[in-house]
């Protein structure tokens, strides 16, 4: 009579010699001859092999399925591997042959695919900080030669902060694929100061304001307990729609605007979106990753043949251009002035917690935002203190990358390292600049648009895990989604208030999350403790 095994093989593993009888499923021995036993074996790795094959994306989630970003290896609870690194039978896998126990977003990969990937993160996000330079020479009337060397200083100070949030030298950077830029309602702001103090007072704001993210961060990381997923998710939705809105505009022009949607801009906004499509849908391996490129590049071809490209701007001028230190001269330090930039900042720092956190999720890595967020921020502060003395107005971390990560599946931060070095190396060569120049705002648009969404359904997915089944976290998120959208789905819906005041309400995001945290600290923290206290009174009073 055989004896009772002491542990089941895994699957894959040959059965011991002998043929040991398996446990029942019940607990008590079950004494199966070995023919049988060894038919069961296989029968188990044969469906293993199967259940890995099978793309996760497909297969019905079970319950209790944890998302991806639960593990701290990135891996699912079945086996599989997660997007971006699942075994791919028509194509190559960017994790394939990764060594063991290096997570995905800590690899290395060939440099000319490193390489290849940061240039679709660089086309993606070049309009950013090229907008928000014409946007500034525009604004403030200045000459040709000042213009050129601030878009300079914004590629290089770009990439620079790039690597420092890829790279994560000693407390800067969480060592997560971020990409850095200016614009946005810092730049809004950074405008309105220099309208009414002058530029040099705009430029010493923003050094005062990183300053002043130094000083108060360890205050602000203690508060991170405040920020479940709950508010996070509500916050990245409100971020996504808003980024969604940026990349139409880039398509349609300002409403009321001369050309405001054009047919020829949302033919090439709506085709790029199809080109990028198409590649996602017909390719796979590396070329499937490459799909948002790719689409950016046909956008831009068919832009040429139907003449949509002014190419006078790509020729002439000299060959490097480097950053000047302080353009506009010395900073000057003005506190009072420099009030709304650092009230933002508080905002900034908020919508840092936010990306970290999604940004971790899209890699699949788990993190501590006690440690990891703080890094974010100190990060954006180094970069936005060396930009001020280069007449930039603040950096931030950028959306754009989370939603490239998802959508392609590298999640590599190399390859954000990679797109840095290609950040500076554009600031330095002038004709690099002016090449990516003429790229047709509407095809970067309609490419943008694609990827701020996934940002958004990003922030959905982890409404998803939030216990929305609960009367109190629908309440809060719905008010705070109702905040927060008011002034992206209305604009100048404040144009009445002080303008100090306007340019705090006019951020969605800071509203919206405002809204989120104070809610979900009334709700959650304050209210259970209140309603504690009057049972116990109560309790007390009848003895």
Known sequence: MSSPRQSRPR?????AAGGPAAEHPSGGPAALPSEISELSDTCETVNSQLTQTVDPDERPHSEGHRPEGHRPDGARPDGARPEGGRPDTTGSSVDEGAPPGVHPVDESRPLGRILLFGIQHVLVMAATPISA????????????????DLLSAAFVLSGVGSLIQSLGPWKFGPRLPFVMLPGGAPLILFLAIAEQHGVRVATGAVVLTAVFTFVVLPVFSRLLAYFPALVIGTM????????????????TGQPGSPGFANPTNLGLGMATIGFTIVFYLLFTGILRQLAVMLGLFAGTALAAALGAIDGAGATGGGLVNLPHLMPFGSPEFNLVAAVPLMLYSLASMAEATGQTVINAEAVGKTIDKRTDVPKTVRAD?????FGGFFGLPLMVTSGENIGIVRVTGVRSRFVTAAA?????????LAPVTRAISVIPTAVVGGTAMVVFAVITVLGIQMLGRSDLDKHTSTFICAVA????????????????????VRILLESGVAVGTFAAAVLNILFHHVRPGVAARLTTARTEGDR
């Open 481 to 500: 989604l109702a905040l927060g959208l008011l002034p992206i789905l209305v604009p100048g819906v404040y144009g009445g208030f002080p303008p100090n």
């Open 133 to 148: 330079i014409f946007l500034m020479s525009a604004t403030l009337g200045l000459r040709a030669g000042l213009t050129v």
């Open 420 to 428: 840095g070095v290609v950040l500076i190396v554009i600031g330095i």
């Open 236 to 251: 990245i939705v409100i971020v996504g729609v808003n980024l969604v809105k940026v990349g139409a505009v880039l398509v």
């Open 381 to 385: 502060a180094l970069t936005s203190l």
């Open 11 to 15: 699957a894959g593993q040959p059965p």
